[in-house]
């Protein structure tokens, strides 16, 4: 450490969250020994840094009592989206064109520390366009297209701690495991959302590193869908997928 550093302690803790923020590829979090190794730090230092930091809201626990970054750390990030604008007006603009040649309602979803968030909500009703950070309740990511693609193209551990912390798939998805292996195969979901009656369609969206970085979802009533209709939105949903990969 740089021994001009005034306030040591401050920089350790920035250090350990520069590690919660960027090192932890798939969110599963870290724990207590294992960010003492990383940083070199004596374990009890990092355990009461960690105390401190949860307390301020900048760390939190996920289901498996690892360690991750907190709900200020995803303002933080949200007003970078807000700022930045650039990723997110590419987004809204890729999403509001699909938008208005489907005429069907489209979300962006990501996992956002395992949470499941709507980035982007494009509504075909007067082609509005609302752009927010909306947590959904954790008990309805196993229902939705969106989140059943998320799921599915997870990593084992991932998909562990999505359990712990949006509960069990079984009440609303019987045959996850199942389901999971034919979304990956297929490259996208179709399904019922029962609660709200609507047809729910998805595909994946990833990184230009390869990396998945959440899924398009499409809305729309039962009565409208058949095959034809199912492989058109399938097919503009990939092609939008495509365009935002490439920002």
């Avoid at 599915?152 to 998909?159: F, G």
Wanted: proline share 4%.
């Amino acid at each position: 450490m740089n021994k001009n550093i005034p306030v040591k302690s401050l920089a350790k803790a920035l250090h350990l969250l520069d590690v919660l923020l960027f090192e932890d590829v798939e969110e599963q979090g870290f724990e207590v020994k294992i960010l003492a190794e990383k940083l070199h730090f004596p374990a009890n230092s990092v355990h009461n840094l960690l105390k401190t930091m949860h307390i301020c809201g900048y760390v939190e626990k996920n289901g498996s009592g690892r360690y991750t970054f907190g709900p200020v750390c995803r303002r933080i990030a949200y007003r970078n989206y807000q700022r930045g604008d650039d990723f997110r007006e590419k987004v809204t603009a890729v999403m509001r064109a699909a938008v208005m040649h489907l005429n069907e309602s489209m979300v962006f979803a990501i996992l956002d520390n395992n949470i499941w968030n709507t980035l982007v909500r494009a509504e075909p009703t007067g082609k509005i366009v609302k752009v927010n950070m909306e947590e959904m309740e954790r008990r309805y990511l196993f229902e939705t297209a969106t989140g059943r693609v998320m799921f599915s193209y997870s990593s084992p551990a991932r998909r562990s701690i999505l359990i712990h912390e949006n509960g069990h798939p079984e009440k609303s998805w019987p045959d996850y495991e199942a389901d999971s292996v034919h979304i990956r195969k297929e490259g996208f979901c179709m399904c019922m959302r029962e609660r709200y009656g609507v047809f729910t369609y998805a595909v994946p969206v990833f990184g230009k590193t390869g990396k998945l970085i959440g899924a398009l979802g499409v809305y729309t009533l039962p009565g409208v869908k058949n095959e034809k209709r199912n492989k058109r939105i399938i097919q503009v949903l990939n092609e939008t997928a495509e365009k935002i990969t490439a920002f």
